[in-house]
T-cell receptor, first 112, second 111 residues
Framework: GEDVEQSLFLSVREGDSSVINCTYTDSSSTYLYWYKQEPGAGLQLLTYIFSNMDMKQDQRLTVLLNKKDKHLSLRIADTQTGDSAIYFC????????????FGAGTRLAVHP | SQTIHQWPATLVQPVGSPLSLECTVEGTSNPNLYWYRQAAGRGLQLLFYSVGIGQISSEVPQNLSASRPQDRQFILSSKKLLLSDSGFYLCACSGGNQPQHFGDGTRLSIL
């Protein structure tokens, strides 16, 4: 079945780059997404990439997609303390209606 | 742009009591609407989705139900809450092939 996997925790120093990785199983996913969740809040859409793209850049965020390996990554340049949050990877489901399958989330901790 | 309102923000309920969580959407028409639950320290589990008024699809068997009485209103209900219903409930909305956007969530604690 459809599944999305992420590492659970990442710790980086302020100013360094963070790379959060995700693998998915559904090769027919049309879009892949990154969401950010701050403590006690809902999910904020950070960025998404169409499956026929390899890379998408948006200011400090770079998304890389390796469709052959079904691997998605999110790179955050110059990581700041405000980037501390849980980051969810999600793939669009072949079930239709824009249903998403989410990973368990990666907790990013940024320390001085 | 669309705005998603959820209330209440937090709720403490005794076991066996009923539940009604409401989600309303502004800035879009005929959206797809979704209810998710997030258990503590876990990812999101899709509970229900709706593609139109009165149309509800359930993803997992559970103690909850959903209704969509109006185009931009989505309600999550239970007749008798269980301890296992505790969690963070999120409503989401999407239009066409647009990404899902989420409300701020309701934190439900069952005592």
């Amino acid at each position: 079945g459809e599944d999305v996997e992420q590492s659970l925790f990442l710790s980086v120093r302020e100013g360094d780059s963070s790379v959060i990785n995700c693998t998915y199983t559904d090769s027919s996913s049309t879009y892949l997404y990154w969401y950010k969740q701050e403590p006690g809040a809902g999910l904020q859409l950070l960025t998404y990439i169409f499956s026929n793209m390899d890379m998408k850049q948006d200011q400090r965020l770079t998304v890389l997609l390796n469709k052959k390996d079904k691997h998605l990554s999110l790179r955050i340049a110059d990581t700041q303390t405000g980037d501390s949050a849980i980051y969810f990877c999600a793939e669009s489901s072949t079930g239709g209606y824009n249903k998403l399958i989410f990973g368990a989330g990666t907790r990013l901790a940024v320390h001085p | 742009s669309q705005t998603i309102h959820q209330w209440p923000a937090t709720l403490v309920q005794p076991v066996g009591s009923p539940l009604s969580l409401e989600c309303t959407v502004e800035g879009t028409s005929n959206p797809n609407l979704y209810w998710y639950r997030q258990a503590a320290g876990r990812g999101l589990q899709l509970l229900f989705y709706s593609v139109g008024i009165g149309q509800i699809s359930s993803e997992v068997p559970q103690n909850l139900s959903a209704s969509r009485p109006q185009d931009r209103q989505f309600i999550l209900s239970s007749k008798k809450l269980l301890l296992s219903d505790s969690g963070f409930y999120l409503c989401a909305c999407s239009g066409g092939n647009q990404p899902q956007h989420f409300g701020d969530g309701t934190r439900l604690s069952i005592l």
